[in-house]
């Protein structure tokens, strides 16, 4: 899309349609401030227009399914320099948990193959996977977790480098002598809180964080923005710092989202 086309969606409000779809299903939608509303519907439009939707297993794409997913997928792009997830061309979508082909060794050289039940994957050549039942469970209730956040935060983890490893593009408004320190700062406090995360799951403790975040560094920052959407008011009190990381790195504040209404 040329600048100036995309200029122009970013600037026009949603069709009375889009919007209703949105607060219908979005609960974040309905709880983000109103003064941002006008940022996400621009920022959506622009997804909509450029990437494209592909139905699986008999899935036939929805207006509906278009609306839901984008509208989250760029909540986490609201008041930041971005490129609008430049690596991503298409969405797949799945009508629930299906069935993908993983290989991990298991010594001596051998490969041990099997098929996995999924409810989403994020690909750095183009493409996010979901299951339209998991994607509709989130979006009613982020605080159980949300597939859409999680897989969009590993296409924005690969827009730095094509690597997930849990340090996205760090550099945005950033003076370029301090990138380093800015870098030192979150891999530290990130690198501490998926520790005690892998200790909490190995002691068989619950936590504001899903324990499915403690399988690599690449997962706890896409379970992390999970948390810090769907439960930031526990996130904030009991994990502060890496609150903070996440405050700073997406420039919003969920914990305050609502406060201050009469």
């Known amino acids: 899309m040329w600048p100036g086309q995309r200029k122009k969606w970013r600037s026009t409000p949603f069709p009375e349609e889009r919007r209703r ?10 709880r983000l401030p109103e003064p941002d509303r006008p940022e996400l519907e621009g920022l959506t439009n622009v997804f909509l227009a450029e990437k494209r ?3 699986c297993d ?9 609306v839901v997913i984008a509208a989250q997928a760029c ?10 997830y430049s690596l991503l061309r298409t969405v797949l979508v799945y009508p629930s948990h299906y069935y993908a082909q993983t290989t991990r060794p298991v010594g001596m050289g051998v490969l041990e ?15 996010v996977v979901l299951a339209w039942d998991e994607v509709v469970r989130g979006a009613a209730d982020p605080a159980t977790g949300n597939v859409v956040l999680h ?3 590993h296409q924005l983890d690969y827009e730095n480098g094509g690597v997930a490893d849990g340090i996205p593009a760090l550099g945005e408004g950033v003076p370029f002598r301090e990138r380093p320190q800015r870098q030192a700062a979150w891999v530290g406090v990130m690198r501490s809180e998926y520790e005690q995360l892998r200790a909490r799951v190995q002691r068989g403790e619950d936590g504001v964080l899903r324990g499915y975040g403690a399988t690599s560094p690449a997962e ?9 959407f769907g439960r ?3 996130l904030r009190q009991r994990h502060p710092a890496l609150y903070g990381e996440l405050q700073w790195y997406y420039r919003q504040d969920p914990e305050g989202w609502g406060k201050g209404k009469a």
Not at 75 to 84: F, M, Y
Not at 220 to 228: I, L, Q, R, S
């Open 220 to 228: 706890f920052f896409a379970v992390a923005t999970e948390g810090f």
């Open 58 to 66: 008999g899935v036939v794409i929805t207006e509906e399914m278009r």
């Open 113 to 127: 193959e099997s098929w996995q039940a999924r409810a989403g994957e994020s690909w750095p050549a183009g493409a």
């Open 21 to 30: 779809l949105a607060a219908a299903r979005c609960a974040l939608f309905v």
């Open 151 to 153: 897989e969009f935060a």
């Open 232 to 234: 930031p008011g526990e």
């Open 53 to 55: 939707f592909e139905g």
């Open 75 to 84: 909540l986490l792009l609201l008041h930041r320099q971005t490129d609008d």
